[in-house]
């Protein structure tokens, strides 16, 4: 029997590895310290503006912009993502798909091919589509409302991404920690993980706790068409655990 999936489509942080890492927090905190020390808001304020805006706009940075801040969009990722330091174990996906398999996300690229390097992932993927992919013309911007900025969980991001990565939607598993993201993919006829809950979503076709157990949640995506018929490429618990790559404190 050959498999549903021909193409994987995975979120980045909080779904390679788990959020128990740290990054996140640190990012927020970095993006405080933003709002802070660059655009003059109250240290009282900072952490309710920040959620404010990344609910409304997807982003902090795209709340700014919308509201006229002009921000220099390398600035601003440099500011959030360069002064990361978090040490702790660094695991995440322990395996390469044998089909078209893709990273998407709304961090930059120097971001994400530094955590791919640190999980040991970066030869795993055909494709990295982040916020340059998303948003090519922003470098070029003269006035903050030029060019809106598109990010997940937005319908134009969802669209540049399956148009970037030309997968077939409905032979395509799209894996990401956010409920907004999962209902954003399945509205494009993805298959769709919510990762790190237990429990589905209503746009969830799956759901698992961690990236690592997609092979016992979702068996049927180690079955393969082979040239002498159809294999099924099983993998034990235990055989999964051989595979992890050692820990690696993360000090980026």
């Not at 440099?78 to 702790?88: A, D, E, P």
């Not at 040239?227 to 618990?237: C, F, K, T, V």
Request: net charge negative.
């Amino acid at each position: 029997m050959e498999s549903r999936f021909n193409s994987l489509l995975f979120d980045l942080d909080d779904t390679l590895y788990s959020c128990n890492i740290g990054i996140a927090e640190v990012v927020k905190k970095n993006t405080n310290d933003y709002l802070i020390e660059k655009c003059g808001f109250p240290e009282s304020k900072a952490t309710r503006i920040r959620d404010e805006l990344f609910h409304s706009h997807g982003s902090t940075f795209a709340g700014l912009r919308a509201l006229g801040y002009d921000i220099d969009v390398g600035e601003y990722l440099k500011f959030g993502y360069l002064r990361v330091r978090v040490s702790g174990e660094f695991k995440g996906l322990t395996f390469c798909s044998n089909g078209y398999s893709s990273n998407s996300g709304n961090s930059d690229k120097v971001h994400a091919t530094k955590v791919l390097k640190r999980l040991g992932l970066e030869d795993c993927f055909d494709q990295i589509i982040c916020f340059e992919t998303l948003n090519p013309n922003l470098p070029n911007s003269t006035r903050p409302d030029e060019f809106p900025i598109v990010l997940k969980p937005f319908v134009e991001a969802m669209k540049i991404a399956l148009q970037v990565s030309q997968v077939d939607p409905r032979r395509t598993l799209f894996l990401d920690d956010s409920v907004r993201n999962i209902a954003a993919g399945k509205a494009f006829d993805l298959w769709t993980c919510l990762v790190g809950k237990t429990v589905k979503t209503k746009e969830a076709d799956y759901a698992m706790e961690n990236v690592n157990d997609l092979g016992q949640v979702i068996p049927e995506i180690w079955v393969n068409q082979t040239d002498g018929g159809d294999e099924r490429i099983s993998r034990s618990i235990s055989e999964l655990d051989t595979m992890l790559p050692a820990a690696t404190p993360v000090r980026a």
